[in-house]
């Protein structure tokens, strides 16, 4: 079992910044693959990013590339997602997952263990 903790989420004006956090508790954090997924309103659950479990290997969806960025501390067991120049349409909540899998994988079918979620809200 891994359990995960997102936290750092909050209300922001449209060009400002988050950075969420994602602390992880069970097994071997450093195993694992882990990816930020968020989910608007009446929306599908929609991957935003995810990293390898040395951080060397990273991917974004489109939509945030250049404006996002995934990090990890594998020493904190912590993965980090700052957000940078936030839209309104960044709004939804925000989970972060892990999976085993060793490969890119941004389907959220494919993550083992979730976070509760955290609250991003961008005001225009």
Do not use: H
């Not at 990090?71 to 912590?78: E, G, L």
């Amino acid at each position: 079992q891994v359990q995960l903790v997102e936290s750092g989420g909050g209300l922001v004006q449209a060009g400002g910044s988050l950075r969420l956090s994602c602390a992880a508790s069970g097994r071997t954090f450093s195993n694992y693959r882990m990816g930020w997924f968020r989910q608007a309103p009446g929306k599908e659950r929609e991957f935003v990013s995810e990293i390898s479990w040395s951080g060397v290997s990273t991917s974004y969806a489109d939509s945030v590339k250049g404006r996002f960025t995934i990090s990890r501390d594998n020493a904190k067991n912590t993965v980090y997602l700052q957000m940078n120049n936030l839209k309104p349409e960044d709004t939804a909540v925000y989970y972060c997952a892990a999976t085993r899998t060793v490969v890119t994988l941004r389907a959220p079918g494919g993550y083992d263990y979730w976070g509760q979620g955290t609250q991003v809200t961008v005001s225009s």
